[in-house]
């Protein structure tokens, strides 16, 4: 009895400080991406090229968040952790030192937009290790009952995260380091999680005790020996509903500040604020979905991909069509409210469509595609720069045809469906591996 009290109390800590991991890494993208049009536009950037400064950093992530995630099965799930908020700090340390020289006009805009592209990379080569070891750490300590809500519970965090981001970027606009100001305090927080997590995070893995999975070469995740976990008809369908949420997603958060700072015929930086409280709004639905309604209506993948793709769909329609600001901030909202659905729909989807050995393999495949998926946003705002509503348009038809794909794909339609008496097994398989770790 004593060790599983003891046992809850450390799962409670473990998951207070990962939540914590999780806030400050969307706080500071979220944040970061707020303040990014009016960057662009104050140093003279292309509005796509300001969108394609993610590019290089989602590539990175995408090809190497499941080489972390095998790391994390042979080294432990915190050394990673720590090993991607250390980066994510470097990378936005060295981005505010870019964006100041542009601010300053020490380079020519292409100069700044390249050492940006580069700064930003560094976050996707070495950020991306966090986030498969997170969910690989929780994913150990949940029963497959409990996994839906726990991963529900971590997108929450990033739900807040990305609420107050574009709150707080603002206030630290300050005399002398201008629109930079956010990364420094960003980078400053990330740094203080960093410290927590060394000393407060419990770690039972210990190199060299216990059986470990053979080491694989770094290589393209959909090539080679990563490629089977890849290709399994299990995990598959989830990974392609999961990529074109996402990318569908990114493409409209990242076209918004540009279409309110047109909307509105403002200078980037008096749009600042409607930008934000727009981001906000949509940032405080998809917290209402993943910490409220999921909750509520105790609702599994399976209804989650359903209602939330179909919620996104309306959203984007309404912006697209949106007569004044007002109707914009709403549209996004509704879309944001559908994403705040689905995401974890297909997270803990994926979880639970694999066993208890794959669960890290899964973890880097979801975060691979959600990185991949910031590569087609310029796509988008070359497209919105020819025809306004076009990209949210694209988006709905996207969507529908998400709906159309989740009603009908036989393991998405079967996800919340499994036999009591193999998730038990399962379930106990995950516990004892907990204690090998």
């Not at 536009?41 to 995408?62: C, H, K, M, T, Y």
């Not at 029963?143 to 206030?171: H, I, K, N, Y």
């Not at 910490?291 to 769909?313: H, S, T």
């Not at 912006?319 to 944001?336: K, L, Q, R, T």
Request: proline fraction near 5%; charged fraction near 15%.
């Amino acid at each position: 009895m004593t060790g599983d009290i003891q046992n809850g109390r450390a799962n409670r800590r473990a998951f207070a400080i990962l939540f914590g991991v999780s806030v400050a890494t969307a706080l500071g993208n979220t944040g970061m991406l707020s303040v990014l049009p009016a960057i662009g536009r104050e140093i003279g950037i292309p509005d796509a090229l300001v969108a394609g400064i993610f590019s290089l950093s989602a590539v990175l992530w995408a090809v190497t968040s499941p080489f972390w995630a095998r790391q994390s099965d042979l080294r432990g799930r915190k050394p990673l952790i720590m090993l991607g908020l250390a980066g994510f700090a470097l990378s936005m340390t060295l981005c505010a030192i870019v964006v100041s020289a542009g601010l300053h006009h020490l380079a020519p805009p292409m100069v700044i937009f390249v050492l940006f592209l580069l700064a930003r990379a560094l976050f996707g080569g070495f950020g991306s290790a966090a986030n498969p070891a997170t969910q690989a750490y929780l994913a150990e300590r949940t029963s497959r009952e409990e996994r839906t809500q726990t991963m529900a519970s971590l997108a929450g965090a990033f739900g807040l995260g990305t609420v107050v981001g574009p709150l707080l970027a603002p206030l630290f606009v300050l005399p002398g380091v201008g629109l930079a100001g956010p990364m420094v305090a960003f980078a400053a927080l990330a740094a203080v999680m960093l410290a927590v997590v060394h000393r407060g995070l419990p770690e039972t893995f210990k190199p060299g005790h216990g059986d470990t999975p053979p080491r694989r070469r770094l290589g393209l995740p959909w090539r080679g020996e990563g490629a089977a976990l890849w290709k399994d008809p299990r995990l598959k369908p989830f990974l392609i509903f999961g990529f074109l949420v996402a990318s569908c997603q990114t493409a409209q958060t990242q076209t918004l500040g540009f279409l309110i700072i047109d909307k509105l015929g403002l200078s980037p930086i008096k749009a600042q604020g409607f930008i934000t409280l727009a981001m906000a709004a949509g940032a405080v639905a998809g917290l209402l979905a993943q910490w409220g309604l999921i909750r509520m209506f105790r609702m599994g993948p399976r209804e989650l991909m359903r209602w939330g793709v179909a919620a996104a769909a309306l959203g984007n329609i309404v912006v697209a069509f949106a007569p004044d600001y007002a109707a914009v901030a709403i549209g996004y909202a509704i879309a944001s409210l559908g994403y705040g659905f689905a995401r974890p729909g297909f997270t803990a989807g994926a979880s639970l469509s694999v066993e208890a050995k794959d669960q890290a393999g899964a973890a880097g495949a979801i975060a691979a595609i959600n990185g991949l998926n910031v590569v087609v946003a310029p796509l988008f705002v070359l497209l919105y720069e020819k025809i306004g509503w076009a990209p949210f348009v694209l988006n709905t038809a996207i969507l529908v045809g998400l709906l159309v794909y989740a009603l009908r794909q036989v393991m998405l339609r079967s996800v919340n469906q499994g036999d009591a008496d193999e998730e038990a097994a399962i379930a106990g398989l995950e516990r004892s591996d907990e204690g090998g770790v």
